[in-house]
């Protein structure tokens, strides 16, 4: 359904991704890969995004590496540099959508959870939704983030767990910033059809009708 592409980072680099453009409408999405790679199973969530009207785009940021197993998965994540994904690749994403006359939002899944929070902070979007992700209190403060968010968190989640996710919601509650924040009693990457042995349809359907009709709200003219 999709394409690929080759987007500019503010640096001058090209970073390969994702493309899948919608039918018709102004809105579009930047989609945030887990610790996996720009993976056929992220893609088809992008392709999903596309079907419901938003044109989607997924950057690597990985820049042509995938991981096959968990380990490698984890290896490629510590080695990532999430201040320069953030500020290069995730960038470069959203000014492609920006200079085709879209309004942008951005989400992502556990690893790009946390940079679409971090996204929400240091690019110019117009709203976010974080599923399952974030990043540490040292870089990013969720007091700081000033434009509609929602987040979709897990109750079993030993990573981010449900003490964590009080404490985000009362810190942005707190200082009066906009957060609908969603809990599921579900495990980890509930959303990954991928991984049949956390993956819950049912709550992951509605974790994506709850996106999209956020996404409709606050970038469909």
Same mark, same amino acid.
């Given at each position: 359904m999709?394409?690929?592409?080759?987007?500019?980072?503010p640096?001058?680099g090209?970073?390969?991704?994702?493309?899948?453009?919608?039918?018709?409408?102004?809105a579009?999405i930047?989609?945030?890969?887990?610790?996996?790679?720009?993976?056929?199973?992220?893609?088809?969530?992008?392709?999903?995004?596309?079907v419901?009207?938003?044109?989607?785009?997924v950057?690597?940021?990985?820049?042509?590496?995938?991981?096959?197993?968990?380990d490698?998965?984890?290896?490629l994540?510590?080695?990532?540099? %999430?201040?320069?994904?953030?500020?290069?690749? =995730? *960038? +470069? !994403? /959203?000014?492609?959508?920006?200079?085709?006359?879209y309004?942008?939002?951005?989400?992502? %899944?556990?690893?790009?959870?946390?940079?679409? =929070? *971090? +996204? !929400? /902070?240091?690019?110019?979007?117009?709203?976010v939704?974080c599923?399952?992700?974030?990043p540490?209190?040292s870089?990013i403060?969720?007091?700081?983030i +000033?434009?509609?968010?929602?987040?979709?968190?897990?109750?079993?989640d030993?990573?981010?767990?449900?003490?964590?996710v009080?404490e985000i919601?009362?810190?942005?509650?707190?200082?009066?910033?906009q957060?609908?924040?969603?809990r599921?009693?579900?495990?980890?990457?509930?959303?990954?059809?991928?991984?049949?042995?956390?993956?819950?349809a049912?709550?992951?359907?509605?974790?994506?009708?709850?996106?999209?009709?956020?996404?409709?709200?606050?970038?469909?003219?």
């Open positions: 999709g394409q690929d592409v080759k987007i500019l980072r640096d001058g090209l970073c390969e991704a994702y493309f899948s453009p919608a039918q018709d409408g102004q579009a930047v989609l945030l890969q887990e610790w996996w790679g720009l993976n056929d199973q992220i893609r088809a969530q992008a392709d999903r995004y596309a419901a009207g938003f044109h989607t785009l950057p690597d940021l990985y820049h042509g590496r995938r991981a096959h197993d968990a490698e998965a984890k290896h994540m510590d080695h990532l540099d %999430f201040p320069a994904a953030t500020d290069q690749d =995730v *960038a +470069a !994403a /959203v000014s492609y959508l920006r200079s085709l006359g309004r942008v939002g951005v989400s992502g %899944f556990c690893m790009g959870g946390a940079l679409s =929070v *971090a +996204a !929400a /902070v240091r690019l110019p979007v117009e709203a939704v599923f399952y992700g974030w540490p209190r870089w403060d969720p007091a700081d +000033a434009i509609p968010f929602q987040g979709h968190f897990a109750q079993k030993a990573w981010i767990t449900p003490a964590w009080d919601e009362a810190a942005m509650h707190a200082a009066g910033r957060a609908e924040i969603f599921y009693e579900a495990e980890h990457a509930f959303c990954n059809e991928s991984r049949p042995e956390v993956y819950d049912i709550l992951a359907s509605l974790a994506l009708a709850r996106t999209q009709e956020f996404f409709r709200r606050h970038l469909c003219p």
